[in-house]
């Protein structure tokens, strides 16, 4: 450190507390800020990788009308009392969020939600679907019809169909393991918690894969 360093040092230690802060911060702020910045990031990475949800189940629901929550809530209580505890969080629940788009037209909003249909159908995160019948129809005319091991419409369960309420038909389809998922134990879990739910809710019992 050459003279006039030291000088100004030895002049700043001399600065009462205040203006020796005020020298501080011009010179240091954006270091600190940079700091604090940091530290939030690393504490809210940690936060999110305890604290987002993780469900036992993820079901994706596509129709073309809308469903009440209460028929939501209906069909998710009727499905949790079947369901294993995938996750060993010593809670059961299951994820299922309506995804709403009329088939009948070419539309923005009906190519948004045949996109995230496919793309949760191409990642196998949902390994189960309720689709109703517009839906249904896509996909069993498609490609994707071998991507479906069980299936059954939940009309043959009238009491249950009754607490959804749905306006028309819904079908429950359980998505079979891909061949890339076969040796997955996560997968396989995730896979007979769904053969579980749908055995029950169908009241056709169905053997899980080992």
Not at 83 to 110: F, H, Q, W, Y
Request: aromatic share 12%.
């Amino acid at each position: 450190m050459d003279r006039q360093a030291m000088e100004a040092k030895e002049m700043t230690k001399n600065l009462p507390f205040k203006e020796r802060f005020i020298n501080f911060w011009y010179y240091r702020k954006w270091l600190v800020i940079g700091i604090v910045a940091a530290v939030l990031i690393v504490a809210l990475t940690i936060y999110e990788i305890f604290n987002v949800p993780r469900y036992d189940l993820y079901a994706g629901m596509y129709l073309e009308h809308a469903i009440s929550d209460e028929g939501i809530d209906a069909l998710i209580t009727d499905m949790t009392q079947y369901s294993n505890d995938v996750n060993g969080d010593d809670r059961v629940t299951i994820s299922m969020t309506p995804m709403i788009a009329n088939t009948e037209s070419e539309t923005e909003e009906l190519a948004a939600v045949q996109t995230r249909l496919m793309s949760e159908l191409n990642s196998g995160d949902n390994m189960m679907f309720i689709v109703d019948q517009g839906y249904y129809d896509f996909l069993m005319n498609g490609d994707y019809r071998e991507s479906f091991k069980y299936e059954f419409a939940l009309s043959s369960v009238p009491e249950l169909a009754g607490k959804v309420g749905y306006s028309g038909e819904l079908y429950v389809l359980v998505k079979d393991l891909y061949p890339s998922e076969e040796n997955n134990a996560d997968k396989r879990l995730q896979h007979n918690n769904a053969i579980a739910i749908f055995s029950g809710i169908s009241g056709h019992p169905i053997e899980e894969s080992n």
